[in-house]
C-alpha cells in the first residue's frame, strides 16, 4: 500500500468534509510518510465573462480568496509545525489554467509548496466549457491546450486525472469511444508531461465517480496503456479524497492493482520542483 497522498481536500472547497488534521490522523493512523493537502483554488470572476461565472464559478464551489488567505492556508501551516517530526505536511492547489488565470497561478505558487494542475474547464471559442460533459471529437484538442500550456508555465508539479476527458467523451457518432482523436491527445498530454517533467497522476477517486457506469470512465485504461509504453514518464497514484477516510479505501486499492496489472512504475514519493 501507497503510504504517500499528494491530492486532499477539506472542507472549505463547500463540497468536501474534514480538515486539516482529520486527514492527518488518518495519515498516521496507516504510517504515512508525506501528505499534500490541495485544496480547489478560487475561482475569480475575472477569469470568465459573468455569465460564465454564474454558470460555472459558483456550481463549482470553490473557496473565497478570503477564505484561501484567512483560513486554508492558516490551518495548513498550523499543522506543519503541530505535526513536525511525524509527518511530512505539504501546502498545495488544485488549480484551472485559462489564459486569463496565469497571473493568479503566479501569485498563488509563491503560497504553497506545490500547484495541482485540475482541468475540469478549458476556453473553446471564447467560452468555457466542462470536460465532464462538453468534450468531444473536436473540442477534446482544448481539453488538451489547456493541459499543455499549464504544463508549459513551469508552476504545476502534477497533472491530476489527466484523462478526465473521458468522462463523458463523444466521437463522430456521439458515443464514448477511445478514438484516434483520444489517442493523440494522450500522446501529447503524456509527452508535454516528460518535457517539463510533471507528474501525471492515476485518480482513484475517478473509480468512485464511475460507480454508476458499467466501466470505469476514468482512469481510462486505453489512456494508461499509452502511458506505459514511456519508462521515463512519472506517474502517481492520488486519492483526490474529498474525505478524511478516502485516504485509505477500496478504490486506492483497485488503482494501485491496475497499476500492477498494466505494469505501471508508480512513484510513491512525489519530488517538489516546481
Known amino acids: 500500500m501507497i ?6 481536500h477539506l472542507i ?29 483554488a478560487p475561482l475569480l470572476p475575472c477569469f470568465m465573462s459573468s455569465s460564465e461565472f454564474e454558470r460555472f464559478g459558483r456550481n463549482y464551489n470553490t ?26 505536511i505539504l501546502s498545495a492547489f488544485e488549480i484551472e489554467y485559462f489564459s486569463t488565470s496565469d497571473f493568479f497561478a503566479r501569485y498563488l505558487r509563491k503560497r504553497v509548496d506545490y500547484l495541482n494542475l485540475g482541468i475540469h474547464m478549458f476556453e473553446y471559442k471564447d467560452q468555457i466549457y466542462n470536460s465532464y460533459f462538453q468534450v468531444d471529437y473536436e473540442t477534446i484538442y482544448f481539453y488538451m ?7 508549459r508555465t513551469g508552476l504545476f508539479n ?19 469511444t477511445f478514438d484516434e482523436h483520444c489517442a493523440y491527445v494522450s500522446r501529447k498530454i503524456i509527452e508535454t508531461a516528460i518535457e517539463c517533467d510533471v507528474y501525471l497522476e492515476l485518480n482513484a477517486n475517478g473509480i468512485n ?29 492520488g486519492a483526490d479524497a474529498h ?17 500492477k496489472e498494466l505494469g505501471l512504475k508508480i512513484q510513491e514519493t512525489m519530488e517538489v520542483k516546481h
Open 3 to 8: 503510504h504517500t497522498n499528494y491530492h486532499s
Open 12 to 40: 472549505y472547497c463547500n463540497h468536501a468534509i474534514g480538515h486539516a488534521e482529520d486527514y492527518i490522523e488518518v495519515a498516521l493512523k496507516h504510517n504515512f510518510t508525506e501528505l499534500g493537502i490541495s485544496d480547489h
Open 63 to 88: 473557496m473565497t480568496l478570503d477564505t484561501a488567505l484567512t483560513k486554508y492556508l492558516p490551518e495548513v501551516e498550523a499543522a506543519k509545525k503541530k505535526y513536525a517530526g511525524k509527518i511530512k
Open 145 to 151: 491546450k489547456a493541459a499543455i500550456d499549464g504544463m
Open 158 to 176: 502534477t497533472l491530476v486525472h489527466p484523462d478526465l476527458f473521458m468522462y463523458a467523451y463523444k466521437d463522430v457518432h456521439m458515443e464514448r
Open 209 to 237: 465517480n464511475s460507480r454508476f457506469s458499467l466501466e470505469w470512465l476514468y482512469p481510462c485504461r486505453e489512456f494508461w496503456e499509452i502511458a506505459k509504453e514511456y519508462p521515463e514518464l512519472k506517474i502517481i497514484i
Open 243 to 259: 474525505d478524511p477516510k478516502s485516504l485509505v479505501c477500496d478504490y486506492i486499492r483497485q488503482a494501485e492493482e491496475f497499476a
